[in-house]
């Protein structure tokens, strides 16, 4: 009699766990893994369209190389912050780029002269005065998973 309880109990405790992993994932983008890091993106504009999140691999000629990135995340926009969750395939050296789809048409919009159009920034907040942020200046490390990371949006 004992040994059927004991069985019950163990099947409920693993179908809670399941449950709040399952819940936990629900608001991440990207391939599942077990490797999850947080964005915050601040100085958004507004609530309009998307913010995507670019993940790169630790791979100086695949950064902003078209199909150079891992994926691109997609999360509804909020004005002020925005709080993206991605899947990382591991623990390890990645970079971001980011931007504010505000007419959500999956596009990084450009000016004439190939200037982004949109919001956008970089992982590490790295500058962009007059060109692209070098490679080095964007990696970051995420050891663990649940890590927190933070870009600050640049409007042109």
């Not at 449950?19 to 507004?46: E, H, I, K, M, W």
């Not at 000629?61 to 691109?72: I, N, P």
């Amino acid at each position: 009699m004992r040994l059927p309880l004991l069985a019950l109990l163990l099947a409920t405790a693993f179908a809670a766990l399941t449950q709040r992993a399952q819940a936990q994932d629900a608001g991440c983008t990207g391939p599942a893994s077990q490797t999850r890091l947080f964005v915050n993106v601040s100085n958004v504009r507004n609530g309009n369209g998307l913010i995507a999140v670019t993940l790169y691999a630790d791979d100086k000629s695949k950064f902003l190389a078209k199909r150079g990135s891992l994926y691109v995340g997609r999360v509804p926009a909020n004005a002020g912050t925005t709080r993206a969750c991605i899947h990382l395939p591991k623990p390890g050296v990645y970079a971001l780029a980011v931007y504010h789809d505000e007419d959500a048409d999956r596009k990084l919009k450009r000016k004439g002269i190939g200037l982004p159009a949109e919001g956008y920034g970089f992982s590490n907040n790295a500058r962009t005065m007059f060109s692209l942020p070098a490679f080095r200046a964007v990696r970051f490390n995420a050891p663990r998973t649940n890590m927190e990371t933070n870009v600050r949006l640049k409007y042109p």
